[in-house]
């Protein structure tokens, strides 16, 4: 449930990338690739890059590409930059940067941006974000784009996807088992809601070994991943909250400007004085002096 601001070390997608089978089969399913060696995947995931904040969910490098997946639960408009960011510092560790000056051309992996996200805001099955999208100024002929692919799993979409990378469905289902437990309200603590939700995987032989084998780790950053997720859209939800009632005192000073317009007009069509209509409608002079402006320039 990666996003930007998170200071603590882990999440538990990037938890399950760290293991290169894992991350080979989630690329060969994105891919389309037939990759069958987990020994071919190099994980290079950030640890801290430039700044303690440039951290991301899982990076590796396979064949000729640097994949750099994220998960969230939250919309992030920002991916394609971040992703951007991510690459720039992984590269720091990839090439040597003295030779960039030289006459010999430095060669790169190619790279691949992906998120997976099941958050309860309605997506698409897969959407393409592009770093485009935040140019101030639009234009056709760019000099840098970067796509990112976001792809929805949640229950029911992207079967095609879950089918080839089965862990990826089992790692979606646990955390709709954490949201459905926690919503009973059984437990004061979250993380009983997710020591069950787990009890309930390893019954049923989702994830079974990597719960077994993490489960004290897994309970710290689910704890976390889930209260980091509700503190956005709190913050999301004022933001909103905040915009109506800014568009709603926008709207009544809006009002009330055109029923004062339309008091000035039927006194400048008798000729008053803007003193005079200042005085008879108790307004500040500057105040009627601005919408009679207004006023004339539209005559």
Not at 3 to 13: A, E
Not at 96 to 120: E, K
Request: net charge negative; aromatic share 10%; proline share 2%.
């Amino acid at each position: 449930m990666m996003n930007g601001g998170r200071n603590y070390k882990s999440s538990v997608f990037a938890l399950l990338m760290k293991d290169k089978r894992r991350a080979m089969e989630l690329y060969n399913a994105v891919n389309g690739s037939d990759y069958d060696n987990p020994e071919d995947v190099t994980i290079n995931t950030i640890e801290g890059g430039v700044e303690l904040s440039v951290r991301n969910d899982a990076s590796f490098i396979l064949g000729d590409s640097l994949s750099i997946y994220e998960h969230q639960s939250t919309v992030c408009p920002n991916m394609p930059l971040r992703s951007l960011v991510y690459f720039m510092v992984l590269l720091y560790d990839i090439i040597d940067f003295d030779n960039i000056y030289g006459s010999r051309r430095v060669m790169l992996p190619t790279p691949r941006f992906a998120v997976f996200y099941n958050g309860n805001q309605s997506l698409p099955e897969v959407q393409e974000m592009k770093l485009s999208d935040s140019f101030e100024k639009k234009e056709e002929d760019l000099d840098l784009e970067v796509k990112c692919v976001v792809y929805n799993i949640n229950k029911g979409k992207n079967k095609e996807l879950m089918s080839k990378c089965t862990w990826l469905g089992d790692y979606s289902f646990f955390v709709n088992k954490v949201r459905e437990i926690h919503a009973l309200d059984k437990y004061k603590e979250l993380k009983y809601d997710v020591e069950e939700a787990i009890d309930y995987c390893v019954e049923h032989g989702i994830l079974a070994d990597f719960f077994k084998e993490n489960r004290k780790e897994v309970v710290e950053v689910a704890v976390l991943d889930y209260t980091f997720e509700r503190q956005l859209e709190m913050e999301r939800a004022a933001n909103i909250k905040e915009g109506r009632a800014e568009g709603r005192a926008e709207g009544r000073a809006e009002g009330e400007e055109a029923i004062l317009t339309k008091q000035i007009t039927r006194k400048l069509e008798k000729n008053k004085s803007i003193e005079q209509i200042a005085e008879e409608l108790e307004e500040d002079i500057g105040v009627i002096s601005t919408i009679i402006d207004k006023i004339q320039s539209k005559v």
